[in-house]
């Protein structure tokens, strides 16, 4: 069999988290009751208009600029006609002939070193309704809640070649989105979205393949399984000496197949004009510039920072900036202690442990920094016990709790008085009288039965240090009785 | 004086002497409907209830102070495209013809802030696509100087109801010369207004870059003063102008014509002009001269590509805006069909009118694949230079002057049986609407048939008060026009 | 010459249009739409080489709202004109068979 390479390229959809959408005041919010968040605008009322949303235009130049994208300093939206329920205009307002941002690219990390993927473009537009498909009527239903949340479109340049490296570069979006905050990004709620083209070569060709378009992939893992799926009825096509059609097709992720989205009724042609509705939009240079200026510290600046400022490993760096959320957390409690090695080893240790011990999305990570920070700073001072500490985090990580006042209260903290010392210690060792018989005639081994137990009785309240040395004292003095 | 020959601005001018009561401006205008609505059929809904509720309401607001403006206690006629909360809008279209839209059109809020009444919905050429409102689903309307005659179109309810003395005054719209046309069929006059300069949130769209609402009135003064109330800019509306040069009424107060520049084009008084037009557009110039104006002419070389340029454009956007027209969110559903494609289908071609649908399709054609640059770019660019060449004339001339049409109203049912010939009578309006620019109707004359002929001053953007100016000057000189006999002429 | 309108023209509008038209009517479509575009052939006399098409008359200001949440609920309202609603939502003939 022939040697076959896989050329790929993405469609990346991504909700953009204005509080409202792009042509009207409607609340953006995710899961409201259908129908809740509309108006004549998102529901296309006859003579109802549009007016655009400024921090869309703002949330797409920063995501441009972030992808090294060139900037349309005249851009306008266009018209795209087709009938379809959740599209209450039966025309989706996008941009086709002037976008906001064209000719980028992002780096992303492989197995086989970097790579730059190369952005065709990236524009702005609105999004559709849901429809919801009800089987006891043999209906669909339409809710508008999500028509008119604004998008950005991001259109690659085919230039991956393999599932891992698509996974790596919406992986690289994703990051980049929630950097900059323009989005959440999240695939199970839709507010990240790929449609995949495709299309195989034999190996060494200069030209390409017929591709499909694949849609309906609403994870990572059915992004990967759907790729490896189309290759392969690709390559068998072409191997049967059969033609692969261009198409879009349906990625069925139970049934690991797709089917094509084919009807005599998809005319296909979309009739695309400016929208008289909307002026055209002008980008100043001074726009941009500050843009440019509030642009946020993305992940590749804060890694290498934490290995310089905080001497962190790259691994460390690494691991600690995949969730700007996480980070910036982080960022915070170091501040705060002022020993970002020590704070980098409880994210690094506790943190993600209990985030993946409680099946936690990482993003809802949630606690206030100071209280992390004045744990630390108990450990440091002896003042709570490694073992303890670790304990009460966990009440932290769960309530959000004070750790002065639980370890206060939960009596947890280390004494430095030698009373409750000695105290604790005459009570052992007239519970005990036997070892302690053995214990003064020299015999070391019960030493450390004697150390157990008087930890065990302090609850963490003294240091071993401190229970040894009481011990050795008491030793000495009733040997010289 | 009898209430219904007042002007607006006499009635709400002795309704604030209180020397007349609102209830009485109504109680004129709902007896003139009474004696006239059968024959002519301006319109396609009436709120006599709420508009005397209203006139009640109106007379204390003027007493309180409330309404403080000139047309306050004034009823006023709506086209049936601008959308009033809770009353059916349909766009004389069958499709629409249950829609009760749940919001006010923007300048139905400022109607209603003006103290105006609104009196009911005039009749239209479905979706203001005509130029005779005889494509209206709901019957034509009939010209009350000769009911045998169309109003023109498509604002034919409005114009025809102010001839009538069915309302004192009415809205309408103009898309390629839709409240221009009318009015110089029916002996009113019209204003259509700078682009952006009246807000069209709630006007349902027909050609969203051509389309303008404008007042219709007696004369020109009563249309300064709506467009006054009208005017403004509108943060619903992105193509909403924020001007600050909207007193129109008060251009009015200098009526000299001396030394104003006025440009005719030399094409538009070629082939296919009526002689009695004609003669009638000649006998303004030779007035407007008289009075020290300069009147010249000179030549618009994009004459001919008016026409097809604007209905490339219109058609196209029209075939988008039209596309919501679907049976899933509000209006007409087709009653059986197979699912959804056969649904979309099956209520489009049942309720769109036999106009509408030519017109969809042109726009759908020239904007698909393969024909978009050679049709629908080439209109966009031959709009460029007919902008251009109207640019370079305002340069020369306060105000340009031009038939509103080639002809006095036709009869009905001559105009739709040549669907081509019927456009080409648009050839003297459509250019206002292609470059943005304001445009007036005034009444100037008679065919020998008795049908009313006006004229068109057309002002380049901005300029509502030079073309203003210039009619009420005009309109000083000419003397009052008369109104139709009553009842007009049997059909 | 312009375009020559045939049977599969007219149907292809029809679909994008959402039309369907009877022979009759179809034979009507064509006609009327050649007419028109034999007429409107006329721009190809005008020479526009090196013109910008102009979409939008005025346009040298940017437009915009703000991001500030203005609308409340008004499914009621929103709903009030559907020909067919069920349970909040606006009810079409399945979209996926």
Redo the contacts between chains.
């Keep these: 069999m022939k040697q076959y390479e896989t050329v790929i390229g993405l469609e990346v959809h991504v909700e953009l988290a204005t509080k409202t959408k792009i042509f009207c005041g409607c609340s953006t919010e995710f899961g409201g009751a259908p129908n809740t968040h509309t108006c004549p605008v998102c529901t296309g009322m006859p003579g109802s208009l549009p007016v655009l949303n400024r921090k869309v235009v703002e949330f797409a130049l920063k995501a441009g600029i972030a992808a090294n994208c060139q900037i349309n300093q005249y851009c306008k939206f266009d018209r795209k006609n087709y009938f379809y329920p959740d599209n209450p205009q039966n025309y989706q307002i996008s941009q086709l002939y002037l976008p906001i941002c064209h000719d980028g690219w992002v780096e992303i990390e492989t197995s086989a070193g970097n790579k730059k993927v190369r952005i065709h473009e990236m524009h702005m537009e609105e999004d559709a309704g849901k429809l919801i498909h009800d089987e006891w009527e043999d209906c669909s239903l339409v809710d508008y809640n999500r028509s008119g949340v604004p998008l950005i479109e991001i259109v690659s340049e085919p230039d991956m070649r393999s599932s891992e490296e698509v996974i790596a570069y919406l992986e690289k979006l994703r990051c980049m989105m929630q950097y900059l905050g323009v989005s959440d990004c999240k695939l199970q709620e839709g507010s990240m979205r790929a449609d995949v083209n495709l299309s195989v070569r034999e190996v060494g060709s200069e030209s390409f393949g017929t591709r499909t378009e694949m849609k309906n992939l609403n994870s990572f893992k059915a992004i990967a399984r759907a790729i490896e799926g189309e290759r392969e009825r690709q390559i068998e096509l072409i191997e049967e000496g059969r033609t692969v059609i261009q198409e879009t097709r349906r990625w069925d992720d139970n049934k690991e197949s797709s089917h094509a989205m084919r009807s005599k009724e998809d005319a296909k042609d979309y009739r695309y004009f400016p929208d008289p509705d909307l002026p055209p939009i002008h980008i100043s240079d001074e726009w941009i510039q500050q843009i440019r200026e509030s642009q946020p510290e993305l992940r590749e600046e804060k890694q290498l920072r934490y290995q310089s400022e905080y001497e962190l490993s790259a691994y460390d760096a690494g691991i600690l900036t995949e969730s700007r959320h996480l980070s910036l957390l982080f960022e915070e409690v170091a501040k705060l202690c002022g020993n970002p090695k020590k704070a980098a080893n409880w994210f690094m240790g506790e943190v993600l442990r209990l985030t993946k011990d409680k099946g936690l999305d990482v993003e809802k990570v949630s606690f206030a920094p100071k209280h992390l920070s004045d744990l630390i700073s108990m450990v440091e001072k002896k003042e709570v016990s490694a073992q303890n500490a670790k304990k009460v985090f966990e009440k932290v990580f769960e309530e959000d709790i004070e750790p002065v006042v639980y370890i206060e209260e939960h009596g947890l903290k280390i004494v430095e008085d030698t009373g409750l010392l000695n105290d604790t210690l005459q009570k052992i060792m007239d519970e005990n009288p036997g070892p302690l018989e053995e214990l003064l005639g020299g015999k070391e081994k019960v030493f450390g039965f004697f150390v157990g137990k008087m930890m065990r009785e302090l609850k963490g309240k003294a240091s071993p240090d401190a229970v040894r040395e009481a011990l050795v004292k008491e030793v000495e003095r009733r040997k010289n009785l | 004086m009898e209430l219904e020959t007042m002007t607006a601005l006499e009635l709400a001018a002795k309704i604030k002497q209180r020397q007349i009561h609102v209830v009485d401006g109504v109680k004129a205008v709902f007896d003139q409907i009474e004696s006239k609505e059968g024959t002519v059929h301006a319109y396609l809904d009436l709120y006599k209830k709420e508009a005397y509720a209203r006139a009640k309401e109106v007379e204390k607001g003027i007493a309180d102070g409330t309404y403080t403006g000139s047309l306050a206690g004034v009823p006023i006629a709506i086209k049936d495209n601008i959308c009033i909360k809770g009353k059916k809008t349909t766009c004389a279209s069958r499709i629409l013809e249950n829609f009760v839209p749940q919001y006010n059109a923007e300048v139905i809020d400022r109607l209603e802030k003006a103290g105006m009444i609104i009196i009911g919905k005039t009749n239209m050429d479905e979706f203001a696509m005509g130029s005779t409102t005889e494509t209206s689903a709901y019957g034509v309307t009939r010209n009350p100087w000769n009911t045998e005659h169309v109003p023109g179109g498509s604002s034919g309810g409005s114009c025809a109801a102010v001839a009538a003395g069915e309302t004192f005054m009415a809205l309408g719209s103009d898309t390629g010369g839709s409240i221009r046309q009318p009015s110089s069929f029916c002996g009113v006059t019209g204003i259509k207004p700078t682009y952006g300069t009246v807000s069209r949130y709630g006007l349902v769209a027909y050609a969203s870059s051509l389309d303008q609402i404008g007042p219709v009135g007696k004369n020109v003064a009563d249309c300064a003063a709506l467009l006054e109330v009208i005017a403004g800019h509108d943060p619903k509306d992105s193509t909403s102008l924020d001007r600050q040069d909207l007193d129109f009424s008060k251009s009015l107060e200098d009526k000299k014509l001396l030394g104003m520049k006025f440009g005719v084009p030399k094409e538009f008084l070629a082939k296919g002009l009526e002689p009695e037009v004609r003669d009638s557009f000649m006998n303004v110039l030779k007035t407007l001269t008289e009075q020290g104006a300069i009147v010249e002419f000179f030549s618009v070389e994009t004459m001919e590509y008016m026409i097809p340029a604007y209905y490339i454009i219109a058609s196209a956007e029209a075939s988008s805006n039209l596309e919501r027209f679907d049976g899933v969110k509000y209006g007409y559903r087709a009653a059986e069909y197979e699912g959804l494609h056969d649904m979309y289908k099956k209520t489009r071609t049942e309720a769109f009118g036999e106009e509408v649908k030519r017109r969809i399709m042109l726009g759908s054609f020239v904007l698909s694949s393969g024909y978009y640059d050679a049709y629908y770019l080439k209109a966009l660019r031959t709009k460029a230079l007919i902008k251009k060449e109207f640019d370079q004339a305002f340069e020369k001339y306060d105000v340009i002057l031009a038939p509103a049409a080639p002809y006095t109203a036709p009869k009905i049912g001559e105009s739709l049986k040549d669907p081509l010939a019927m456009y080409l009578g648009d050839i003297y309006t459509v250019a206002v609407n292609l470059c943005g620019l304001p445009g007036i109707t005034v009444p100037c004359g008679m065919d020998k048939a008795g049908m009313p002929i006006g004229i068109q001053m057309i002002g380049d953007c901005f300029a509502e008060k030079k073309i203003l100016r210039a009619a009420a000057a005009y309109e000083a000189v000419r003397g009052a026009f008369p109104t139709p006999e009553k009842g007009g002429k049997k059909a | 010459m312009a375009?020559i309108i045939d049977d599969e023209?007219?149907e292809?509008?029809?679909?994008?249009?959402?039309?369907?038209?009877n022979e009759e009517a179809k034979e009507k479509?064509k006609e009327?739409?050649q007419?028109?575009?034999d007429?409107?052939e006329?721009?190809?006399e005008?020479d526009?080489k090196g013109?910008?098409?102009?979409?939008?008359?005025?346009?040298?200001?940017?437009?915009?709202?703000?991001?500030?949440?203005?609308?409340g609920?008004?499914?009621e309202?929103?709903?009030?004109?559907?020909?067919?609603a069920?349970?909040?939502?606006?009810?079409?003939?399945?979209?996926?068979?």
């Design positions: 375009k023209t007219i292809n509008v029809c679909i994008l249009a959402k039309l369907s038209l479509a009327d739409m007419k028109m575009l007429y409107v006329k721009l190809d005008l526009t013109v910008e098409p102009l979409s939008h008359i005025f346009g040298d200001q940017n437009v915009f709202r703000e991001d500030v949440v203005t609308n609920d008004n499914k309202a929103m709903l009030a004109n559907a020909p067919k069920k349970e909040g939502q606006y009810q079409v003939p399945k979209t996926i068979g």
